[in-house]
Antibody
C-alpha cells in the first residue's frame, strides 16, 4: 500500500516562503497525480494543488498566485512552495495521492504542522 | 471556489441511521459523479470512505453508503457504532479540474 511522508520546517516567519516535500514509497510516482491539502487548527480541509507524474499542475484559485508544485520522479517525491506567508497559513499540511485521473484523493500522509510566526 | 455546505453536526443513537448532506453547485457536485467522503478522527489524517458518489474502498464497512441528487450528495451511516463518532468531510472534483471540500460535519451520539 502506498505510503506518503511529509517533511519541512515546523516554524516559518511571515512573508517568507514555505517549502514542503512528500516522499512516496510502495508506488511509482510517475503513474499518478499527487496533491497537497491543508487544515487550519480547528477548521476544515482546504485543497491546495495537484501535480501529475509528467509535471502538469493545477492550483486552488484562491492560492494560485502564491503556490508552486513540482515533482521529482528520480527521487519519487513531490514538493510544495507557498510564498508570502501570513498567520492564516498556519495549518497541518497533508500530502496525498490523487489517483490516475485525479478524480479522487485516496491515500494521505500523516500530516505536518506548520506555524507561521515571527 | 466556495466550500461545499455540510451541517455542522449530526447526532444519533447507537444502532440508528444518520444522513449527512453535502450541497454544492452545478460546477462541482452537480457537474460530476466524482464525490468522495472522508472520515477524520482528532489529530489523524482523513480516511477515504466513499468515492465516485457510491463506491466503497476495500475494507470500508458496508454500513457506509453514498448517494447524490442534483447538486446535493449524501452519506448515510446505518447501525451507528461508537467508532463512527468522528468528523466527516465531502469532496468534489470540479468542472475546472480542481477539488473542493465540504465544511465538515461532526457526528456524535445522543
Amino acid at each position: 500500500q502506498v505510503q506518503l511522508q511529509e517533511s519541512g520546517p515546523g516554524l516559518v516567519k511571515p512573508s517568507e516562503t514555505l517549502s514542503l516535500t512528500c516522499a512516496v514509497s510502495a508506488a511509482s510516482i510517475g503513474g499518478f497525480y499527487w496533491s497537497w491539502i491543508r487544515q487550519p487548527p480547528g477548521k476544515g480541509l482546504e485543497w491546495i494543488a495537484y501535480v501529475s507524474g509528467r509535471g502538469g499542475t493545477n492550483y486552488n484559485p484562491s492560492l494560485k498566485s502564491r503556490v508552486t508544485m513540482s515533482i521529482d520522479t528520480s527521487k519519487n517525491q513531490f514538493s510544495l512552495n507557498l510564498g508570502s506567508l501570513t498567520a492564516a497559513d498556519t495549518a497541518v499540511y497533508y500530502c496525498a495521492r490523487c489517483g490516475e485521473d485525479c478524480y479522487t484523493i485516496d491515500f494521505w500522509g500523516q500530516g505536518t504542522q506548520v506555524t507561521v510566526s515571527s | 471556489q466556495s466550500a461545499l455546505t455540510q451541517p455542522a453536526s449530526v447526532s444519533g443513537s447507537p444502532g440508528q441511521s444518520i444522513t449527512i448532506s453535502c450541497t454544492g453547485t452545478s460546477s462541482d457536485v452537480g457537474g460530476h459523479n466524482f464525490v468522495s467522503w472522508y472520515q477524520q478522527y482528532p489529530d489523524k489524517a482523513p480516511k477515504l470512505m466513499i468515492y465516485d458518489v457510491t463506491n466503497r474502498p476495500s475494507g470500508v464497512s458496508d454500513r457506509f453508503s453514498g448517494s447524490k441528487s442534483g447538486n446535493t450528495a449524501s452519506l448515510t451511516i446505518s447501525g451507528l457504532q461508537s467508532e463512527d463518532e468522528a468528523d466527516y468531510y465531502c469532496s468534489s472534483y470540479t468542472t475546472s479540474s480542481t477539488h473542493v471540500f465540504g465544511s465538515g460535519t461532526k457526528v456524535t451520539f445522543l
